[in-house]
């Protein structure tokens, strides 16, 4: 009589989930959160009419004001910011999309799939990069010609940390949309309320020299100000300096934390 002798190793199927890449997981989320885009581009021309209605109006007014008072001349100093705003204004809003995927019920759909549920988040932030760097490209384009000046290491440098930043205000933003998916509407009632303040706060639209005390100490503790003075310093072609260097800092914070706040809330959204 004859014994089957079965090998351990062989005795039942593996998985190896536990093995996954999560690179490959956020590139397949992110590849699938821009095929709306690529198939309709009007999206990416739609987002350029705020940044081109404040350079164009704005703008000149800010230059017959201050231009004379402003380093490097009003558009050294306006563009930058205008970027950032771009930046603020498009990744503060994602989180608009995860919303309309909870009422579509795509999203559970998406969780029933063998994807990590942290590159759920992060190939969804990281696609509102590619849309947001078109759109710098174009403002930039449209700029030189009117007396822009581009030095193209500090304007790549100066991309690269919008994109940091950028990545963890939209991580900020899906992680308030699954948090107020039963009351979408409160969604924007807490955009709002802490997107104009970050703003004017951060001396994008006017310099805060002129400005009360409270409000240049106000300032020291927004994340924003250390960006607009770092994108303004890169622009101008200085790319080692003290502004750039706490604008990264302000921008690898902001990514840490809302990566951190954002996957977490996926994971316990997922439960």
């Not at 004859?2 to 536990?18: I, N």
């Not at 919303?99 to 994807?115: D, Y």
């Not at 969604?187 to 805060?208: A, D, E, K, N, Y």
Request: proline share 6%.
């Amino acid at each position: 009589m004859s014994t089957l002798t079965v090998s351990p190793g062989t005795a039942t199927p593996s998985v190896e989930v536990a093995d996954r890449n999560l690179l490959r997981d956020i590139r397949i989320v992110m590849g699938r959160e821009l095929r709306p885009v690529l198939r309709d581009p009007f999206t990416l021309l739609f987002g350029m009419i705020q940044p081109l209605i404040f350079l164009g109006l704005f703008g000149p007014l800010l230059a017959g004001s201050m231009g004379g008072t402003l380093d490097g001349g009003v558009w050294q100093w306006f563009v930058p910011a205008i970027l950032v705003m771009t930046t603020l204004f498009g990744t503060s809003a994602t989180g608009s999309n995860l919303l309309m995927e909870f009422q579509t019920g795509a999203h559970e759909r998406m969780l029933v799939t063998p994807l990590s549920r942290s590159s759920l988040l992060i190939g969804r932030a990281l696609k509102e990069m590619v849309p947001l760097f078109g759109q710098a490209v174009i403002v930039i384009a449209v700029m030189v010609p009117f007396g822009f000046e581009l030095h193209l290491a500090g304007a790549v440098v100066g991309l690269a940390l919008l994109a940091v930043f950028g990545v963890g205000l939209g991580a900020f933003s899906y992680a308030l949309a699954i948090a107020v998916r039963k009351q979408d509407w409160m969604f924007w009632v807490v955009q709002q309320t802490f997107l104009f303040p970050l703003m004017i706060l951060s001396g994008m639209l006017l310099p805060l020299e002129t400005g009360p005390g409270w409000m240049r100490a106000a300032s020291k503790f927004n994340p924003l100000t250390y960006l607009v003075d770092a994108e303004r310093t890169l622009f101008s072609g200085d790319v080692l300096s003290a502004p750039v260097l706490w604008g990264f800092v302000a921008a690898l914070v902001t990514a840490a934390l809302g990566l951190t706040v954002g996957i977490r809330t996926m994971l316990r959204s997922a439960d």
